[in-house]
Nanobody
Framework: QVQLVESGGGLVQPGGSLRLSCAAS????????LRWYRQAPGKQRELVAS???????DYAEHMKERFTISRDNAKNTVYLQMNSLKTEDTAVYSC?????????????WGKGTLVTVSS
């Protein structure tokens, strides 16, 4: 079975840091592009960051200075380091693994981990 399981969320004060992890199983991990998304209450899901199979990274506007995405193929895990957290960063953070095979897009999602930034 294919599984993506996020961890590392929780309650943190403004200005604090968290590192999220997403462990994958059941896929050839190194061939997938990995992405972190988030969804805050009352808002649409938005892309936070992505990292390709070639370790090329990309970030949503205004997130590059505070967030860092990385991957460890030996551990089948993608990380999101979040620094200088703000209350507006409060959201459910989910990881996504995606690749194209021929004409088909293969797409998997984790269930998410809640990050709450509050004093």
């Amino acid at each position: 079975q294919v599984q993506l399981v996020e961890s590392g969320g929780g309650l943190v004060q403004p200005g604090g840091s968290l590192r999220l992890s997403c462990a994958a199983s059941g896929i050839i991990f190194s061939t997938y592009t990995l992405r972190w998304y988030r969804q805050a209450p009352g808002k649409q899901r938005e892309l936070v960051a992505s990292i390709t199979s070639g370790d090329s990274t990309d970030y949503a506007e205004h997130m590059k200075e505070r967030f860092t995405i990385s991957r460890d193929n030996a551990k089948n895990t993608v990380y999101l380091q979040m620094n200088s957290l703000k209350t507006e960063d409060t959201a459910v953070y989910s990881c996504n693994a995606r690749r194209s095979g021929g004409l088909r897009v293969i797409d998997y999602w984790g269930k998410g981990t809640l990050v709450t930034v509050s004093s």
